[in-house]
């Protein structure tokens, strides 16, 4: 099987990225993170860019087969060490700053067997000596993009009955659709899908729920709001009011948790791919703001060191919205990529809050977001917890409840 037009199914996503989820603005600087197996996309992103006046554009490539190596055979000295030279470029790309392109194609199961110690150990390293990026990041400082390209092995893993190509060909098909490439025209499909999102993050705004109450077979959870919480959906902006599209795609809307305020147990409802590795059925019981036991039929190693990366792991910085009848929970497929399933169930992250949920937060320090109830980590990692039985509830400061989510839709 290969897809129809597909040179032109590309041209147009690498045109949609650049023009939508990053709008690369006149004499601005790019970087595009990708693999190598996906030089095709990269150099369309590259003239895309160029073209709709970028400054410069840089491209950095990633290949699973390298990392692996390193991180089963660098000194441990090195992995604990990030070299000078990607500070001074995480520095240049936030003073310059660059429109970030994030290309999600990587095996999902990458770096399976590798001894987790010395993955967690280079990514805590890595997270705090570019922390300058994230941070910028984070407070939506510079425009950033995360979006996928079929590789092969994910693929496979996807589409277990497929092989090679054949599984590529049928994935790139699914991130055509979901993208919205199919429609006659996927800009203003995007236009529209954003308006519709930024009306439900309004009315979620307005009602200003003190905390949210999620119910189902497998949770009992509430999760505390901070006070002048904003809830976004689709676009974001920069501060000199550039929008830019943070995922595509995209279907939720999210906000920050107060992460003083969470007591209860959550179930997953899809594996979540870190790491390099596949977590299954995890199970989180919280006590004012903490996880208290955290368990996962598959995975536990991993998990253990995602909880250990700094104390504000152990605590929740996003809780988004996605309805069940989202295209891509309606598929019924199993991406194993967070980019895909958060976009398919309500999810929750562990670590970072994003400052910008937070009216007045991107011009905060870090004691006052903690003031706030904001969570601060070096991670931030979406976990899928949504289901067709999940029902959520608004609670609002009388204690009036107002309900939000019934059978995992919008009620």
Same mark, same amino acid.
């Given at each position: ?21 990053? $709008? ?81 194609? %990587?095996? *999902? ?29 984070? $407070? ?15 693929? %496979? ?34 236009? %529209? ?23 189902? *077979? ?20 920069? *501060? ?30 899809? *594996? ?140």
């Amino acid at each position: 099987m290969s897809i129809a037009n597909f040179a032109e199914k590309l041209q147009k996503y690498a045109e949609l990225i650049v023009k939508v989820g990053v $709008n690369v603005q006149k004499g601005q600087a790019v970087v595009i993170y990708i693999s190598v197996d996906q030089t095709q996309l990269a150099r369309l992103l590259v003239k895309e860019a160029y073209k709709a006046g970028a400054g410069e554009v840089i491209v950095k490539w990633n290949d699973t087969f390298t990392s692996r190596q390193f991180l089963e055979f660098a000194s441990q000295e090195r992995l604990e060490n990030v070299p000078e030279y990607l500070v001074k470029e995480a520095e240049y790309i936030v003073a310059k700053k660059a429109a970030r392109i994030s290309v999600v194609s %990587e095996d *999902p199961n990458g770096f399976a067997g590798v001894d987790q110690q010395r993955i967690a150990t280079n990514q805590a390293a890595t997270g705090k000596a570019l922390n300058i990026v994230r941070k910028a990041t984070q $407070n939506n400082d510079l425009s950033w993009t995360v979006v996928s390209a079929a590789g092969v092995e994910w693929a %496979e893993k996807v589409f277990p009955e497929l092989k090679g190509q054949e599984a590529a060909d049928r994935l790139w098909e699914e991130i055509f659709k979901t993208t919205r490439i199919n429609t006659p025209d996927p800009i203003q499909a995007w236009k %529209e899908h954003d308006q519709k999102l930024r009306e439900k993050a309004a009315w979620l705004t307005k009602e200003q729920f003190v905390a949210l109450h999620y119910t189902s *077979p497998v949770t009992d959870i509430t999760i505390g709001l901070p006070k002048g919480h904003l809830w976004e959906g689709a676009g974001s902006f920069t *501060p000199e009011g550039v929008e830019f599209m943070a995922n595509m795609p995209t279907e939720e809307v999210f906000t920050s948790a107060d992460c003083r305020r969470i007591d209860g147990y959550i179930t997953s409802t899809k *594996p979540l791919s870190y790491a390099g590795s596949i977590l299954e059925d995890m199970k989180f019981t919280f006590k004012d703001g903490r996880i208290i036991e955290a368990t996962a039929k598959k995975g536990q190693e991993v998990l253990d060191h995602l909880l250990e990366i700094d104390e504000g792991a152990r605590s929740l910085g996003e809780v988004s919205l996605v309805p069940d009848p989202s295209p891509i929970s309606q598929s019924g497929i199993i991406f194993f990529n967070t980019l895909f399933d958060e976009n398919a169930s309500d999810h929750l992250a562990l670590g970072a809050a994003y400052p910008f949920n937070l009216e007045g937060g991107t011009k905060m320090n870090d004691e006052e977001l903690k003031a706030h109830g904001l969570n601060l980590s070096q991670t931030h990692v979406d976990f899928m917890v949504g289901s067709a039985d999940m029902n959520i509830d608004g609670i609002k400061e009388d204690g009036t409840r107002v309900p939000v989510f019934r059978n995992g839709d919008w009620a």
